[in-house]
C-alpha cells in the first residue's frame, strides 16, 4: 500500500493554523477575556480572517509590515494572527512614544498600512500627514478621522470583509514580526522574529512553567513588548484563555480581583509589582488558584522573594531572564532556588547554548566575568535593515547579548551588569548589581541603582540613585559609603547618593539607566 500523499498540504505549526484547529476542535471555548467579557476561538478566528481580508484589500501582502499601535486589548490578538495569516509581518509599537518617534519606526519599517485605536489616532495622524501613496488606517474606536484623512473604522472594516482563506507562511524561517529595541543606547533596531523564533519560547515556556491542561493565563505586559508576545504566542499554540490586562498605572488589589475572579494559573510581574501584591491587606482573605507565578526583567531582593515564598505557599515561583533578541527567554530559576541563589538568573533553557566569553571571543575560567553569548532556534533572525549592526551583533557566529556575567560552581549564572553599564573607575571595573545587592539591604533603601558620572581625576565616580523606604529620612552618601565599608571594596562605594521619588522604567520594569546618568550629570 502506498504511503505517499502527493496532494497533502505542507502546514507547519504555526499560531495561525492553530487558531483554525481551535476554532474547530473547541469553537465555545475562551480565547481571550478582556474587561469580563468573552472572545471565543470561533470569534477570534472568525474576525482575524475577517481583518486579514480587509488588510489585504487596502494593499497589504505577503512580507509587507504594518504597524501596530494599541495598548493591551483583544484586537492585538486579532489584528496579530490577521497579519500573519497573510504571510505578513507585524510591527508592535510602543504606545507611548510620540509622532516623531512612531514615524521613525514607520519609515526604518517601510510599513504599508496601520491599526491603531481611538487614543492614540492623533499620533498617527501626524505620521501620515503628508503621505504618499496615502497610508492605509483602521481605528479601534469611533471617530477614525481623529487618525487623519481616509481613516477607516476598524470594526467596519472586519464586518464588511469576507473570511479570508490565506493560512499564512509554511516556511518557519519566515519572519513574523518586527520587534522594535528600547533604543537606550541609540535609534531602535527592529529585531526579526521568525515562526521558528517563537516556537522556541513556547517550548521554552512549557518546560519553565510546566502549564496544565486547564492553564488560564494573565498577560500583565504591554502587548507590544517581547514579555506579552512571548506569552500571547505559546496560549495561541496550545489553545489555553489568557486574561488581558487592561492598560493603566499597576493596582495590585485590581491585579488580584482580576486573578481570583478569572480564576488564572499563572502570571508574570516584575518584583517590584510582586512586593506591592505580598502587601496587600487582601491577599490572605483571596481565594486564588495559582499554580505558577514569575518574574523577571529586574532583580528580586531577599525580602521581596521571601515575602512571595510566605504569600504563595506551594505556588511555584519562576524567575526568568532574557531579551527580545532571543525571543526571549535563555535562562529561567526555579523557586527552589531563588533563595538559595540570591541573585542568580538561573541556568540556560534547553534550546538555548551559551558561552561566557572575552572581547577576543575566549571562553572564561569559570567564575570570572564575561559576556553571554547565545546560539539556538530562538535567536533573531537579524535587525531589519540594518546589516552592520547584525553582523556586530553575531561577531564569531554567537549573538552577543551585552550582559556581562559569571557562572559559579554549580553552574548558575549571575549578571553582574550591562556591558555598556560598567563603570570604570581609576581603571578598575565596578559592576553596578554587584553594588546594588549590598545598598538594597540597607534599611532606608527600598529601591537603588547604581551609575556612573564622569570623573576629572578617576574617569567615573559611581553615584546611587535612591528610592528611600522613607521619603522623610532619605539614607545620605556617607551613611550608604558606611554600609559598604566590610561588603565592598573602597573603590566600588558610591560617592554620591541622589533621592528620587521612584526609579524611571521601560515597559517591562527594566531601570532605564540612560535617563539616570544624565539626571545624575544635571545635578552635578
Known amino acids: 500500500m502506498s504511503t505517499v500523499h502527493s496532494a497533502h498540504p505542507h502546514h507547519r505549526l504555526t499560531w495561525v493554523h492553530q487558531v483554525t484547529k481551535h476554532a474547530t476542535a473547541q469553537p465555545g471555548q475562551p480565547a481571550i477575556r478582556f474587561k469580563g467579557e468573552t472572545t471565543t476561538w470561533a470569534e477570534l478566528d472568525e474576525r482575524s480572517r475577517r481583518l486579514s481580508t480587509a488588510l489585504e484589500a487596502r494593499g497589504v501582502g505577503r512580507g509587507d509590515r504594518v504597524l501596530v499601535l494599541l495598548t493591551n486589548r483583544p484586537e492585538f490578538v486579532e489584528t496579530l494572527v490577521a497579519i500573519n495569516r497573510l504571510g505578513a509581518i507585524a510591527v508592535p509599537v510602543n504606545f507611548r512614544l510620540v509622532a516623531a518617534e512612531v514615524s521613525y519606526l514607520a519609515e526604518d519599517s517601510g510599513s504599508c498600512a496601520v491599526v491603531v485605536e481611538q487614543a492614540l489616532a492623533p499620533v498617527v495622524a501626524a505620521v501620515r500627514a503628508g503621505k504618499e501613496p496615502e497610508l492605509p488606517c483602521l481605528v479601534v474606536g469611533d471617530a477614525p478621522d481623529a487618525a487623519g484623512a481616509g481613516a477607516e473604522r476598524y470594526e467596519d472594516a472586519v464586518a464588511a470583509a469576507e473570511p479570508s482563506t490565506a493560512s499564512g507562511p509554511d516556511d518557519l524561517g519566515t519572519v513574523a514580526l518586527i520587534m522594535y529595541t528600547s533604543g537606550t543606547t541609540g535609534l531602535p533596531k527592529g529585531a526579526m522574529l521568525s515562526y521558528e523564533n517563537l516556537l522556541g519560547q513556547t517550548i521554552t515556556l512549557l518546560q519553565t512553567l510546566r502549564p496544565g491542561n486547564d492553564e488560564i493565563c494573565v498577560v500583565t505586559s504591554p502587548m507590544f513588548h517581547i514579555a506579552a508576545v512571548g506569552v500571547i504566542v505559546p496560549n495561541l499554540i496550545f489553545g489555553f484563555t489568557m486574561v488581558i490586562t487592561p492598560t493603566g498605572a499597576f493596582d495590585p488589589e485590581a491585579f488580584l480581583d482580576l486573578v481570583e475572579s478569572e480564576r488564572a494559573t499563572n502570571a508574570f510581574l516584575v518584583p517590584v509589582q510582586w512586593q506591592a501584591v505580598c502587601a496587600s491587606p487582601t491577599l490572605a482573605q483571596r481565594d486564588l488558584r495559582l499554580r505558577t507565578i514569575s518574574w523577571g526583567a529586574a ?83 537579524g535587525y531589519w535593515n540594518n546589516p552592520k549592526a547584525t553582523e556586530e551583533a553575531f561577531r564569531g557566529g554567537w549573538f552577543h547579548s551585552g550582559d556581562l556575567v559569571r557562572v559559579d560552581e554549580e553552574g548558575f549564572f549571575y549578571v553582574v551588569d550591562r556591558l555598556k553599564d560598567m563603570i570604570i573607575s581609576g581603571g578598575e571595573n565596578i559592576y553596578s548589581a554587584e553594588v546594588e545587592a549590598v545598598l538594597a539591604d540597607h534599611p532606608k533603601v527600598r529601591e537603588v541603582a547604581l551609575v556612573g558620572t564622569p570623573h576629572e581625576k578617576w574617569g567615573e565616580t559611581p553615584v546611587a540613585v535612591v528610592v528611600p523606604s522613607d521619603e522623610q529620612d532619605p539614607p545620605t552618601a556617607s551613611e550608604l559609603a558606611e554600609f559598604c565599608v566590610t561588603r565592598l571594596a573602597s573603590y566600588k562605594k558610591p560617592t554620591q547618593a541622589v533621592v528620587v521619588p521612584e526609579l524611571p522604567r521601560n515597559a517591562s520594569g527594566k531601570i532605564l539607566k540612560n535617563r539616570l546618568r544624565d539626571m545624575v550629570k544635571q545635578d552635578s
Open 299 to 381: 532583580p528580586a531582593t531577599t525580602a521581596i522573594l521571601r515575602a512571595m515564598e510566605k504569600a504563595f505557599p506551594g505556588v511555584a515561583n519562576v524567575s526568568v531572564f532574557g531579551q527580545t533578541e532571543m525571543s526571549p527567554i535563555t535562562t529561567s530559576l526555579p523557586g527552589e532556588d531563588a533563595i538559595r541563589k540570591i541573585g542568580s538568573v538561573g541556568k540556560p533553557v534547553p534550546l538555548v547554548s551559551v558561552r561566557v566569553v572575552d572581547q577576543d571571543m575566549n571562553d572564561v575560567p569559570q567564575g570570572e566575568i564575561g559576556e553571554i553569548v547565545y546560539q539556538g532556534p530562538q535567536t533573531m533572525v
